[in-house]
């Protein structure tokens, strides 16, 4: 008879591997237990409006009719200050342009299927070599035309002072980092000198994790950038209301145009409100308050369809944040054991996982996205390509676990944290009940290169893998320029699939919403608001959306 699981306790720490919208559980061994018996089969059932998704939202989406022109946009927002040097916000990008960032608009279909970079601030950019890269900046782009600044236009003065200003704040430190000085060359032109060699450094500027271009004026101020929220971005901030919301209205000089040669933006503003919750937010898109949103889970999405018939689905295949995995502490027993790891990964039925977490809606998922390893077609994330490692073997996860030493199983704990739109709770129980079924006692606590390579601290590379041939892989996939990277990533993905560093099991979409009259841009790649191109710099309402002023927040 087995004993019930016990309550688990979460804890508040938060780990950067964690952070990055991967790994929900953390395991460390203890002192081995008696023997479990045989596992007992698992059975659900997924809703058959799956189904009906598949067909009422097709992925990719058809592209709309042509655009219109005014209205205002409302919607949920996680801001609280628009001063970009205090952290990274999603809807910073409304107010700031990056160098470069990801296209996102319907009428570039292959963007839901392919990455392509929309040039912004930058035009083109060329490697002297892995350590050197010149950047031609975009002429006669301006600041919004208000004091300090007044409308000047942004020059490369002005990205070699953002990268510097920002450099070592904790948002951008990632990118900005691999920044080892800022060269103007003249007014259109800077050279950025890297830390290392990265023949693919023009991806590293492509979104709004890295630095954000701001003027000196404004930071050197009266209030800084959180009273001068000047950039040269799609909008300009016309009211903030602390707690309750911010009103941004279009940029008439923004520099962008779409594909038929019209300004952007098109809406004539934005409303963002500060909610606290789910269920506010779901409350105020049932009364069109709110015209777009994210919905966390299957169930709620369900629940709303009921409600509001006609809202519009963006079901947004993840390229891999927010997949359910585990890291172990490979550098102590069992888990420095590949067979223990194999093991435990062979323990998990990753189809129930998915009927679990979110009623089948989901994806198998690898070492790290399958199209980094190669794989293009939806088809292939299959087990047979995943490799016997994944596929759920509680018979062959007993006999590893004996030849490794531990025929009666061992205890262990897990340890996770819990963020809003992921169900990490259900899931750990749902390992736990898996090891169990192969001898482990689980107690409760609570894409490549950052994450396994060994020189990185353990607050990345957590696991604290030490691998040479992996070090090796890595440090040559970096350094290659292209022609090779490929088989490069292929290479490490087999060999991570081998050693199972970290056990992933399923990666479930996400779920944007819309209300019928509005049509907002997206992609895979910019699967939450603002990390890639913020949605309203390209969305625009029809003549059925409600009217409404935008004089001031509260009208």
Known sequence: MKTPLS?????????????????????QEKAPKADTPDATPFAYAAPAFIKELDSRYPSPPPVPPAPRYGGVLHFPATIRTFDPTGGYRPELALVWDTLT?????????????????????????EMVNPSTWIFKLRQGVRFHNRPPVNGREMTAEDVKYSYELLKDKTAYATRAALVKAVHVIDKYTVKFELAMPDPKFYLN?????????????????????????????????????????????????????????????????????????????????????????????????YALMKTVPDLQLYRVPSFGWGDYGISMTLDKPPFNDVRVRQALSMAINRDVVAEVINRGDATLYGPFPWGLAGYTKRAD????????????????????????????????????????????????????????????????????????????????????????????????????????????????????????????????????????????AGNPYCWFPGYCSYEAKTAWMTDKAPSRKFDKFAQ
């Open 7 to 27: 309550a688990p306790t979460v804890l508040a720490a938060v780990s950067l591997v964690l952070a990055l919208g991967s790994s929900s559980a953390f395991a």
């Open 205 to 301: 500027v492509v979104d709004s994790l890295s630095p954000v271009i701001v003027p000196r004026e404004a930071v050197e101020a009266p209030g800084g950038l959180a009273e001068n929220p000047i950039g040269t971005g799609a909008f300009m901030l016309k009211e903030f209301a602390p707690g309750e919301g911010a009103l941004l209205v279009r940029n008439p000089d923004y520099y962008l145009k779409d594909k038929d040669g019209r300004a952007l933006p098109y809406v004539d503003a934005v409303r963002l409100y500060f909610t606290k919750d789910r269920a506010t937010d779901t409350a105020l898109f049932r009364a069109r308050q709110i015209d777009l949103m994210r919905v966390p889970t299957l169930d709620v999405l």
């Open 381 to 520: 994330y299959s087990y047979a390509n995943l490799g016997p490692n994944y596929q759920y073997n509680p018979k062959k996860a007993k006999e590893l676990l004996a030849a490794a030493g531990y025929p009666s199983g061992f205890e262990t704990e897990l340890e996770w944290a819990e963020f809003e739109g992921w169900t990490y709770n259900e899931f750990v129980q749902l390992v736990a009940r898996f090891w169990g079924d192969v001898g482990v006692r689980v107690n409760f606590m609570d894409w490549a290169y950052l994450r396994f390579h060994s020189s990185y601290p353990r607050t990345v590379n957590r696991a604290s893998i030490n691998d040479p041939k992996l070090d090796d892989l890595l440090a040559t996939w970096r350094q290659d320029a292209g022609d090779k990277r490929p088989v490069l990533q292929r290479a490490v993905w087999d060999h991570l699939r081998a050693n199972v560093y970290r056990i992933t099991t399923i990666v479930p979409p996400h779920y944007r919403i819309t209300q019928a009259y509005v049509y907002a």
């Open 101 to 125: 960032e990801w296209e996102a608009t319907w009428y570039f279909p292959e963007v839901q299927r392919t990455p392509v970079i929309r040039k912004t601030l930058a035009t083109s950019w």
